[in-house]
């Protein structure tokens, strides 16, 4: 354990820090499930309302520093694939 007082004040801090990241990253992968989920269903209302709030989070976590802005563009792209993929069909149906 830290002895001096600036140490201890670091200690403090990390210990903040990572549960801000950890409560952002978790808010993250909780989005992706649930929009991985609607994709599994096939509800294209749903689908757009949680592909909206995916893409908002994966924004908000690049800018929180969660993840790397090129991360985020490939998440958002494959994202957009599945769900055009699922949306198109039911469109022409």
């Known amino acids: 354990m830290a002895n001096h007082v600036s140490s201890l004040k670091r200690a403090r801090q990390t210990e903040t820090k990572t549960a801000v990241n950890r409560a952002n990253k978790s808010k993250l992968r909780g989005s992706l499930r649930s929009l991985r989920e609607a994709?599994?269903?096939?509800?294209?209302?749903?689908?757009?309302?949680?592909?909206?709030?995916?893409?908002?989070?994966?924004?908000?976590?690049?800018?929180?520093?969660?993840?790397?802005?090129?991360?985020?563009?490939?998440?958002?792209?494959?994202?957009?694939?599945?769900?055009?993929?699922?949306?198109?069909?039911?469109?022409?149906?």
């Open 39 to 93: 994709i599994a269903k096939g509800d294209a209302k749903t689908l757009n309302a949680a592909y909206s709030a995916t893409v908002s989070a994966l924004d908000k976590s690049v800018q929180k520093g969660v993840i790397h802005k090129n991360t985020a563009s490939r998440y958002k792209s494959r994202l957009n694939a599945r769900v055009k993929a699922v949306v198109a069909p039911a469109k022409v149906a």
